[in-house]
């Protein structure tokens, strides 16, 4: 009896095969090239993707980890709007498609699917890639330059994710402006870093002005009551390593944990969306007899949450909370008790 593969066990599968006859040491050179271009520390006119080469090196090293932030970020999104799924789907910048395996990930079913990427060979690949994936095997992988000339067209979701950071901001803001005139639901997902997450707010900023409602991961979609400068907003997802991944990368751990930010934002009805009641924006943590939650809330406010083992089942629900998770995961009758 065949079983069917997950869309994470099926790409590690076609990555796999990919990369089999790439020799380590040019993969790991083609990965410094792609570092220091992502730095800047080299001239970026021109596609940063230039060959197979450089795709294979970048599918080794990046594509695993945008996959699992993005899915990461599409599950609070799926969490949030229950009764809904994409009819059709546009990735922006996309290159290799990561983000278009995470939305097969967060919504079964096979959907029209279009890829915009400026890099053909980056294209040339990721539809080789999905080519193992019966819900995007007849995806479009379209050449578009991602800046103040994009175009496109209508569609239910946008995904931007891992893109704004290569932009000028006259380009990040057409670009996001684009989705949103575009798209029922948007999701931009960025490195979770000080800098991404200034990204992810000038884009939430945009989509809310364009009557956009925010269903993750904020619990409203009021202004960030992170005080600009002092904190930052972002989330930790898993990666699981292959062998090889794990040799590009000289790490001999077999997994790492791939720090991002994000936001997804739709056009659904009030009554479609139910965003978390509150949301975990640190790592909980867990002491003799308590949990310390931080926590960032409907009434628009950052606060800490301390449960005890006095709160009953509340306590063993906040032992097995994590990073990013909506909280309370049911809503248990003490819940008042720890917003006193």
Not at 123 to 131: C, F, I, N, S, T
Not at 306 to 313: C, E, L, S
Request: aromatic share 6%; glycine share 8%; hydrophobic share 45%.
């Amino acid at each position: 009896m065949n079983i069917a593969l997950s869309p994470a066990e099926t790409l590690r599968t076609a990555l796999a095969a990919l990369l089999d006859g790439l020799p380590p040491r040019q993969a790991a050179q083609a990965v410094d090239r792609l570092i220091a271009n992502y730095r800047g520390e080299t001239p970026t006119d021109a596609p940063i993707l230039r060959d197979r080469a450089d795709v294979a090196a970048y599918a080794a090293y990046r594509m695993p980890a945008t996959f699992e932030a993005v899915r990461s970020a599409l599950a609070a999104f799926a969490g949030a709007v229950p009764g809904w799924t994409p009819a059709s789907h546009v990735d922006v910048g996309g290159g290799t498609g990561a983000a278009t395996w995470a939305v097969a990930a967060a919504w079964d079913g096979v959907r029209p699917v279009t890829v915009l990427d400026w890099a053909e060979p980056a294209l040339a690949l990721g539809k080789e890639l999905a080519a193992a994936s019966p819900a995007l095997a007849g995806a479009r992988w379209q050449r578009a330059r991602i800046g103040s000339a994009l175009q496109i067209g209508s569609t239910d979701l946008v995904t931007v994710s891992y893109v704004l950071g290569e932009l000028t901001e006259r380009d990040r803001a057409h670009v996001v402006d684009a989705a949103a005139g575009a798209a029922r639901s948007v999701v931009v997902v960025e490195p979770g870093t000080p800098g991404g997450y200034a990204r992810v707010i000038a884009a939430r900023d945009r989509l809310i002005a364009a009557g956009f409602r925010v269903a993750a991961p904020c619990p409203h979609s009021a202004a960030c009551p992170i005080v600009p400068g002092e904190d930052w907003c972002h989330f930790s997802a898993r990666v699981s390593r292959s062998s090889l991944h794990r040799r590009v990368k000289a790490g001999s751990l077999p997994y790492e944990d791939e720090k991002f930010s994000y936001v997804a934002a739709t056009r659904l009805p009030v009554t479609d969306v139910s965003p978390a009641p509150a949301r975990v924006v640190r790592r909980p943590q867990i002491r003799k007899g308590q949990v310390l939650l931080d926590l960032c809330e409907a009434e628009e406010q950052l606060r800490r949450h301390t449960v005890t083992k006095r709160h009953g089942d509340l306590y063993k629900a906040a032992r097995d909370a994590d990073w990013g998770d909506s909280w309370p995961p049911a809503e248990p009758g003490n819940y008042h008790e720890i917003r006193q």
